[in-house]
T-cell receptor, first 110, second 115 residues
Framework: GEDVEQSLFLSVREGDSSVINCTYT??????LYWYKQEPGAGLQLLTY?????DMKQDQRLTVLLNKKDKHLSLRIADTQTGDSAIYFC??????????FGTGTQLKVEL | IAGITQAPTSQILAAGRRMTLRCTQD?????MYWYRQDLGLGLRLIHY???????GKGEVPDGYSVSRANTDDFPLTLASAVPSQTSVYFC??????????????FGPGTRLTVL
């Protein structure tokens, strides 16, 4: 995941908003995704954004895409303890292959 | 519908032994993938298959082989395991047809320890 970068850790208080950031170098991706991995579990798709969109909102989740700066962010409103997980920023690579970021571990404190 | 399943859930293996990790999906997806997840490195693609009968190398294919005899199954084989192959292995599948979002669906993972 060297061309998809994320910070490794983020800690927030329950009820606050969380913002997880991602930068990437290859602008040819068609889709960018956010996957969530809960402890000891596999990855589940959280949301995705098409590369010609700037924003996508889905309930508590807001995805912002800045194509000029190659920056993707995921905002989780009213963060709950159940949101504690690792969040992966993922872009489509060549063909149908995916390139993963290193993941950001979100810790939600009471 | 089970989705995508992997077996075993976890395994401890002596170095030099042969091991096959199993992956089965019931979604009739044409494409399947194997990843390994290591701390600080995210997920890295080992091998993939765009359709039954074809396979391709990913980012870290050395020491691994795959086969895709049918749509549903995509086993990953370590011919002679080495400690550096200690990892968590995830299988995934996607319906990579025109008009799809190429979303990949992941199995629960296999935790492999090579001693």
């Amino acid at each position: 995941g060297e061309d998809v970068e994320q910070s490794l850790f983020l800690s927030v208080r329950e009820g606050d908003s969380s913002v997880i950031n991602c930068t990437y170098t290859d602008s040819s991706s068609t889709y960018l995704y956010w996957y969530k991995q809960e402890p000891g579990a596999g990855l589940q798709l959280l949301t995705y954004i098409f590369s010609n969109m700037d924003m996508k909102q889905d309930q508590r989740l807001t995805v912002l895409l800045n194509k000029k700066d190659k920056h993707l962010s995921l905002r989780i409103a009213d963060t709950q303890t159940g949101d504690s997980a690792i969040y992966f920023c993922v872009r489509t690579g060549g063909g149908n292959k995916l390139t993963f970021g290193t993941g950001t571990q979100l810790k939600v404190e009471l | 519908i089970a989705g995508i399943t992997q077996a075993p859930t976890s395994q401890i293996l002596a170095a030099g032994r042969r091991m096959t990790l199993r992956c089965t999906q019931d979604m009739r997806h044409n494409a399947m993938y194997w990843y390994r997840q290591d701390l600080g490195l995210g997920l890295r693609l080992i091998h993939y298959s765009n359709t039954a009968g074809t396979t391709g190398k990913g980012e870290v294919p050395d020491g691994y082989s795959v086969s895709r005899a049918n749509t549903d199954d995509f086993p990953l084989t370590l011919a002679s395991a080495v400690p550096s192959q200690t990892s968590v292995y995830f299988c995934a599948s996607s319906d990579s047809m025109a008009g799809s979002t190429d979303t990949q669906y992941f199995g629960p993972g296999t935790r492999l320890t090579v001693l």
